[in-house]
């Protein structure tokens, strides 16, 4: 059987996702595999009284936001001993820049939290959940102990 080559993690900087990157963290180690700490930047749409879009200066905003997920990329992979990692941050929905990003850079593990920031409010957290049925490689779903 093929060994991971390299292995994405996925993270909301919930505690879930922390518990989630330091067995990413494990894995990569164990199996020589490249680690790829990934964050999507969600689209923010604020409406006006009058139900337009209001995006005062949307360039701007989006790259700060960019900025300062990729700024907190690093620190994870500090605090996790991984500071070989490949950080990215990326704009759009979790799901879809998870899925896009494992495709294009043949990842073959994706590590995700069992539950994001939401925590244990949903049974199965829906960007783990949608994950687990339209990956193209493995999912690992890991869950915060107790
Ligand atoms: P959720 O489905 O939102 O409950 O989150 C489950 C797991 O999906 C989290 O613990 C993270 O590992 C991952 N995840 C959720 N949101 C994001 C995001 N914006 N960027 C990257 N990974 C995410």
């Known amino acids: ?23 990413a ?16 930047v969600e689209d923010l749409v604020l409406y006006d009284e009058f139900y337009d879009p209001v995006i005062p200066d949307r360039l701007e905003v989006d790259q700060e936001r960019l900025n300062r997920g990729h700024e907190m990329l690093v620190k994870l992979a500090e605090r996790i001993g991984a ?4 950080s990215e941050a990326r704009l759009g929905y979790p799901k879809a820049v998870i899925l896009e990003y494992a495709e294009e850079q043949k990842v073959d593990l994706i590590v995700v939290g069992s539950h994001g920031h939401r925590g244990l409010a949903r049974l199965l957290g829906s960007t783990a959940r949608a994950l687990v049925n339209d990956a193209p490689c493995d999912v690992l779903r890991v869950r915060l102990p107790g």
């Open 25 to 40: 963290k494990e894995l990569a180690d164990l199996y020589q595999a490249r680690l790829t700490l990934l964050h999507a």
């Open 83 to 86: 500071k070989e990692a490949h």
């Open 1 to 23: 059987m093929d060994k991971y080559r390299h292995i994405l993690l996925a993270t909301d900087f919930s505690e879930h996702a922390e518990r989630a990157a330091e067995r």
